[in-house]
């Protein structure tokens, strides 16, 4: 089927949601995909474009895209090629919990598995290249309302419109979705290449603090959670809070000669010469949750021609862990509606 015949799906939004969606899509050799952002991976990094912000920890992984250089991937697959397997095997087959005397009445302690690691500065330009290779088009504008996206935006008619746009759902013309709020985070990014395992210690008081180490060396500290906060910048006082929590919950973040019998400020002080850089980002979460769901878009001009417009964010903190599954969920909208408007076409003949 060539691309002239092949339904055109634009799917608005390159972070990993719409990347991923674009390349489910691409695979399927179904569609021709052109994809329009306002950022792109490999940009400096801006509160707006969340994604490059993320550590991209996960615990169980359906599917996961391999980076060009494996290093991109913590935890690599068996097969050493361009792909990491499918990961069979059961969260529970996973989970080591450690062992517990039957006569202690202590709460469970923590529990400890495998896990992949993926470094998201490779593991996105990587999505990027894919899409690419399998003949995505990227547009890079800034698309205010959903009417913009056809010529001269869009070189060829679009038949689907595939909204991952995030947090810009909230504002983006033709969607307006005010459930849509951010839940602020804020990260440091510490070079510490002799510390290879992931904590993450969370309370019923709403502290969360992990430990994602990358095959870089890098290691991702965090975090917080805060609803409806719109600041863009790190606050000094929020770092300062995440390097202490980190440094008590896994001193050996530091080098165990600097690690001994050392006050707890000074410990701080040491982590703080590993920082390489600190921000924040806005996870793009939605009151009810994921939305995929379809509606009409009217294009106005002629005739006032109407195209589905699928609906696809809402991700909050989970969009690496989701990506694919959630992707196939777009797909599958994509796929109904299309048939739909076939099926309407043909009774009109």
């Known amino acids: 089927m060539s691309n002239i015949t092949k339904p055109h799906l634009v799917i608005v939004g390159a972070g ?31 509160v707006g474009y969340t994604s490059p912000w993320a550590g991209g920890s996960n615990a169980k992984v359906g599917r996961l895209f391999y980076a060009d250089k494996p290093d991109g991937i913590l935890c690599r697959g068996k097969d050493g090629r361009g792909r990491m397997p499918y990961w069979d095997a059961e ?15 202590d709460p469970p302690g923590p529990n400890s598995y495998a896990a992949i690691t993926i470094d998201t500065s490779k593991y996105l330009p990587c999505l990027v290249a894919e899409i690419r290779r399998l003949g995505c088009t990227i547009i890079r504008t800034n698309v205010t309302h959903v009417s913009q996206l056809q010529s001269p935006i869009i070189p060829r008619k679009a038949d689907v419109v595939v909204v991952c746009a995030g947090l810009g759902a909230r504002h983006l013309g033709g969607v307006e979705d005010w459930d849509c709020y951010p839940i602020r985070g804020q990260v440091v990014l510490v070079r510490a290449p002799w ?23 890098d290691v991702i500290l965090g975090g917080f959670k805060t609803d409806n906060d719109w600041t863009a910048h790190a606050i000094p006082s929020q770092t300062t809070d995440i390097l202490e929590r980190c440094i008590a919950m896994a001193p050996d973040l530091i080098p165990v000669t600097k690690s001994r019998d050392r006050d707890p400020k000074v410990l701080v002080e040491e982590l703080r010469k590993l920082v390489v850089e600190e921000g924040a980002g806005l996870r793009p979460a939605r009151k009810g949750g994921v939305r995929i769901e379809s509606e009409d878009l009217v294009l106005g001009g002629a005739g006032n021609e109407v195209i589905p417009l699928v609906h696809h964010y809402g991700h909050s903190g989970a969009g690496y ?29």
Do not use: H, N
Request: aromatic share 6%; charged share 30%.
């Open 195 to 217: 510390y290879k395992r992931g904590v993450t210690k969370s309370s019923k008081t709403g502290d969360w603090t992990y430990t994602i180490p990358r095959a870089s060396g």
């Open 91 to 105: 969260l529970s087959t996973l989970f080591r919990k450690p062992p517990q005397e039957k006569t202690r009445v």
């Open 16 to 46: 990993v949601i719409g990347l991923t969606t674009a390349l489910l899509a691409l695979e399927s050799g179904k569609y021709e995909v052109t994809v329009v952002a306002r950022d792109l991976p490999g940009d400096e990094k801006c």
């Open 321 to 349: 862990q989701a990506s694919f599954g959630s992707a196939r969920l777009c797909m599958e909208e994509v796929a109904r509606r299309l048939s739909a408007k076939d099926t309407r076409r043909q009774a009109k003949l």
